[in-house]
């Protein structure tokens, strides 16, 4: 990002605004809110402008900004409508010290103003570096509508409430307090009893969250799906918005991992076939140990936990150490990789079955049914073959698979780096190596693109 967001403390300090006309009142809409002290210079400033110096609302100075007038400002607008007078008046904010925005000029802005959805003291700020306003206005207007108005209002009550929260131990525990106030309790109490109900029933949540017992720590065992987070599950997004730790596998996109809680403790557990990799035994031991210390843990796996994932291993570890589990299954990289190509793992009158296979196991290349494989018209998903093509490509021909059998390659099936190989048994091994797949890839036996398969009958026509 070319603007880093954060909040600054404006509470009576100064912020000055040189312009007379409607882009200076459209910015002095968004600062009134704030508790600045805003001074406007204004050599002839419109009625708007003098009827909120009338209010005592702003300081108007009825000139031009000259030398030394933006000192000690925090933040500078220049918003004359007129770009010599706002370049003016931006070198002079400068050498004064405040940080400038120059009004519709982003390259000439030292920061620039979100669109803001105001629920005081809940803000939310949304920008898109000056590239889609249309975009962050319709993002505004979305999240306007989802807010409630009152959640402002419960926020304030909750903040003077801060420090009899504290008693409740950070973390979990604090903020399950403070979840269940303003998604039920809070709002209940308000609806039933206006404001006056709601600090008592502040009062009565914190009692009841004091004397119950914490809760036992438990490990859900989530699918992360094929990488995009389009994909992932509303029960993952939950989960992972709840987790203290989350132990995620190297096939988990950095978007995905983007979602989790900033707070949680976050823990990489890849493995990368015949490269590094942590081992299982270790991954079972740090599950146990953080949630037996009362977290709750994210056990974050690409695709869907019970493929290829050792789910059983890691239920085995948990059961026998007496912890709570749970599996949210995702989308597996074959669904994906299928689906990318425009194909479906089984059709009618060509295959009523479909395989998911490894290439590889814990002893090396895998060994299949090989001859059941290359019948024709069998179709199946081969997870991590890319290092045993030659050996798959040997095995299924040495059965009597046809060479021009098609087989299509999907490296990071559903992401926006994805690629696909469009190949043949005969072609497989030389193709792969020349394509250089570096990502996860999944191996279509028996499936070409949509639009390659359209072709082939006719190509084969031409070729015979």
Known sequence: MDHFPIFLAVEGRRIVVSG???????????????????TVFAAAPEGALRALADEGRITLVTRAL????????????????????????????????????WVDNLEASQFITPAIVDRDPVTVAIGTEGAAPVLARAIKADLEARLPASLGLLARIGKGFRRAAEALPMGRK???????????????ALEKDGLDGIEPALDALLARHLSEAPRKGRVDLVGAGPGDPELLTLRAR????????????RLVSPAILELARREAVMIDAGKKGFGPAMAQDDICALMVEHAAAGAHVVRLKGGDPGVFGRLDEEVEALEAAGLDWAVTPGITAASAATAQIGQSLTKRDRNSAARLLTGHDMQGFAEQDWRGLARPGQVAAIYMGLKGARFIQGRLMMHGARADTPVTAVENASRSDARTIATTLGRLAADLEAAALTGPAVLLYGLAPRAAAHALPRLTEELA
């Open 174 to 188: 604090r903020r399950e307090f403070w979840f269940e106030y303003y998604f039920k309790s809070g709002p209940q």
């Open 238 to 249: 939950k989960l992972l918005d709840e987790a203290d730790v989350v132990i995620h596998d």
């Open 20 to 38: 007379g006309g409607e882009a200076a009142l459209a910015k002095l809409r968004l600062l009134l809110k704030t508790t600045a002290r805003i």
């Open 66 to 101: 000259a030398p030394g007038d933006a000192l000690c400002a925090a933040l500078f607008y220049a918003a004359n409508d007129d770009a010599a007078e706002d370049a003016r008046v931006t070198r002079l904010a400068r050498a004064d010290g405040a940080l400038t925005n």
